[in-house]
């Protein structure tokens, strides 16, 4: 009991600390774009509850976006989703709505928390055979 | 983690007819079928997303290709509930074990596997199990009494620490101005409560009681985050089986999938004795 009270009071603490240490956000922001640095540090995360957190926008284009970024974000103009915005492609009823036609789609989503945003692009390509590879657009955070 | 070691092989089997074993024994169960409603509850969901995930498989380099792969994640979900629904009825302490184990197991794998990390049915359900993992191993002390007290306790800290994920995910600009809730549910979202409210309200008047909705919710999963777990049991069981089931009711029957397990954990405090 006290190795699973000792990783309740762990999460706690880190849950605590996010919105006034902006690295412990960030890593969050990170970790909702499938941007964490290794994909271990990443699945590392999964037990930190994280529902409806964050302001997750997301918008999925059939045309190429745009790689430039200007030095100040301007908002996307995308729907609201709760949590973990990549799921617009990888959760089933996205992939469906958007991939089941066997196009190329980009994916935008972006996340803010208390002055932090992070923007990420992703492409969709139809694979060899079926299926799509996903590419990811940039790699270095944006902040507001 | 001697909370996992192997069940002693000498222990005395849990279904022995005294009041306060059968409490011990309906804890387990309370929780195990809460975990079983979590994974079932979407059940036709999954069955369509069992298709998509079929067809339209995803080639991410960040995964590894097995935590990418349909097979995985059908036969994690399936194993999963195979095992919490045995749990639920066998009373033999080394198979409550080997099924408890096994659903943590699939658990940790559906919440890192690519087509299942961002659905919270995983992540309460993984802490559920974590709980079922410890409990099982206490079935047979001796003092019954004293083990439902600290597996209500776990289970308060459990459900305080899900909620205080909630909250401080929220502690920004966009909950507190309502914007989020507003885009996600008051805008197009067919459920009860905002058919409603669309068909009764004009759409300046949404948007304030969609700030002032949004509002409750960071302050009631801040305060329950915060202290529903210094609780007394009863009231702490009750509060929280009351809080849970209004959620989903009011903002998606949905979410009783990730919700049913957590309804279960708490539910274990009702069976705390009176002291």
Redesign the interface.
């Known amino acids: 009991m006290l190795v699973i009270v000792m990783l309740i009071v762990t999460i706690a603490i880190w849950l605590l600390l996010m919105p006034v240490v902006p690295a412990i956000a960030s890593a969050t922001l990170h970790r909702f774009h499938l941007r964490t640095p290794s994909f271990a540090a990443w699945a590392m995360q999964f037990p930190i509850p994280a529902m409806y957190n964050f302001a997750n926008r997301y918008k999925v284009e059939a045309d190429q976006v745009s790689l430039e970024s200007s030095p100040e974000m301007v908002p996307l103009d995308g729907r609201m989703v709760n949590h973990f915005p990549a799921r617009i492609f990888t959760f089933a009823d996205g992939r469906y709505l958007h991939l089941r036609h066997g196009e190329d789609r980009w994916l935008t989503i972006e996340s803010s928390y208390r002055g932090q945003g992070l923007r990420t692009r992703f492409h969709a390509e139809p694979a060899e055979g079926f299926g799509f590879d996903l590419h990811r657009l940039d790699g270095k955070p944006e902040t507001q | ?3 996992f070691s192997k069940p002693n092989s000498n222990l005395t089997p849990p279904l022995v007819h005294t009041k306060q074993l059968n409490r011990v024994l309906l804890s387990h169960r309370l929780v195990q079928g809460g975990i079983l409603l979590t994974l079932i509850w979407k059940w036709s ?1 999954f069955v ?2 069992n298709g ?2 079929g ?6 380099p ?3 290709s097995w935590l990418q792969s349909a097979t995985t994640v059908r036969a994690a979900f399936v194993t999963a509930v195979a095992a919490v629904g045995l749990n639920l009825s066998t009373s033999r302490p080394r198979l409550q074990w080997v099924c408890s184990l096994t659903a943590l197991l699939c658990m ?1 794998v559906l ?2 596997h ?7 049915t995983f ?2 359900a ?2 559920a199990c ?2 079922a993992m ?1 409990f099982v191993n206490h079935l047979s002390d001796p003092n019954q009494a004293k083990l439902l007290r ?1 597996a209500s306790f ?1 289970s308060r ?2 459900i ?3 909620l ?3 909250a ?8 507190w101005s309502g ?2 809730f507003t ?2 549910y008051f805008i197009d979202r067919e459920f009860w409560v905002f058919q409603w409210l669309r068909s009764q309200f004009e759409p300046e008047q949404l948007r304030t009681i969609a700030t002032w909705y949004s509002r409750k ?1 960071v302050l009631v999963e801040t305060v329950a985050g915060l202290g529903l777990w210094a609780l007394p049991p009863r009231i702490a069981a009750a509060l929280a089986i009351l809080l849970l089931s209004s959620i989903a009711l009011f903002s998606n029957f949905l979410l009783f999938s ?1 919700l049913f397990a957590l309804i279960g954990l708490a539910s274990v405090g009702l069976l705390v004795p009176r002291s």
């Open positions: 983690m001697s909370s969901f369509a997303a998509i995930y067809t339209i498989p995803l080639n991410d960040f995964f590894p940790t919440c890192i690519q087509a299942s990390y961002n659905d919270m992540v309460t993984w802490w974590l709980w410890w600290r776990l800290l459990i305080s620490l899900i205080l994920g909630g401080s995910g929220k502690w920004t600009a966009e909950y914007e989020v885009d996600i919710v990730v």
